[in-house]
């Protein structure tokens, strides 16, 4: 990997690579190198008499950078830090860096608050959820939730809730432990976690009514925001890098 001096040595349009000798370096194909360099991840690269794309140790860093900032961001978001970067517009990355890391702790809050919520539910008082007759509508359950009756009715299909049918008018009707189970299923997912995770959630709850692999999700969850906040630790790390070789270069 180039060091600071190296960068700052070199111009930031100037190189002598060729795409391919570019693409080896960094392991992507030859048409990713293109690719970058017309979205704008990459510096503006030199062409020599014949039209061909010279590329540097510049334009290298680019691309290591990239790919630590989508480890903690994502590559759509990667792309706009590089580009405006690469556009004069130091700045407006800076900013999207902040707005990535004020998201991250945003979700480490609402976890944690998840996670407390959804441990007094699974174990809390049945008399939380009683129902004003004997049973709910969808409707009325999705305006209690605060959530798409669409979205109680993919629950179902996916196994995740199991409400009772009216004998004659086959409707859904939903008792205690429904509604218990969909409001469960509404926050796991407000935590990002996949159907078929919350699926084996609740299947452990019903069948023996431990909150072990409730635990184990949420734990697995803030081990992924973990390993988010240090892969945004590095992708900063080497923002700062190619900022400075870029400012002063």
């Not at 699926?199 to 697995?220: C, H, N, Q, V």
């Given at each position: 990997m180039a060091n600071p001096q190296t960068l700052r040595n070199t111009p930031g349009d100037g190189g002598t690579l060729r795409p391919v000798d570019l693409a080896r370096l960094v392991g992507l194909s030859t048409q990713q190198i293109r690719n970058y360099a017309d979205a704008g991840v990459l510096p503006p690269a030199p062409r020599t008499e014949a039209g061909y794309r010279r590329f540097g140790p510049r334009h290298r860093e680019a691309l290591l950078t990239y790919r630590a900032l989508a480890a903690g961001h994502s590559w759509e978001r990667a792309g706009e830090?590089?580009?405006?970067?690469?556009?004069?517009?130091?700045?407006?990355?800076?900013?999207?860096?902040?707005?990535?890391?004020?998201?991250?702790?945003?979700?480490?809050?609402?976890?944690?608050?998840?996670?407390?919520?959804?441990?007094?539910?699974?174990?809390?008082?049945?008399?939380?959820f009683a129902t004003p007759r004997p049973g709910l509508r969808v409707g009325e359950v999705a305006a209690r939730l605060g959530v798409r009756t669409s979205a109680l009715r993919l629950w179902e299909a996916s196994g995740l809730i199991r409400p009772g049918r009216d004998r004659v008018t086959g409707y859904r009707t939903f008792g205690p432990d429904d509604v218990r189970d969909a409001q469960m299923v509404r926050m796991l997912r407000e935590a990002r976690h996949p159907l078929p995770?919350?699926?084996?959630?609740?299947?452990?709850?019903?069948?023996?009514?431990?909150?072990?692999?409730?635990?184990?999700?949420?734990?697995?969850r803030r081990a992924e925001l973990e390993r988010r906040a240090t892969a945004m630790l590095e992708g900063a790390a080497l923002l700062h890098r190619y900022v400075t070789g870029d400012l002063r270069a």
């Open positions: 830090i590089l580009g405006a970067v690469n556009a004069g517009d130091a700045a407006s990355a800076l900013a999207l860096v902040d707005a990535g890391h004020a998201a991250l702790h945003e979700q480490r809050v609402s976890l944690q608050a998840i996670g407390a919520a959804l441990e007094e539910v699974a174990v809390g008082d049945p008399d939380a995770r919350i699926r084996l959630i609740l299947d452990a709850l019903r069948r023996t009514g431990s909150t072990d692999a409730l635990r184990a999700a949420l734990a697995e």
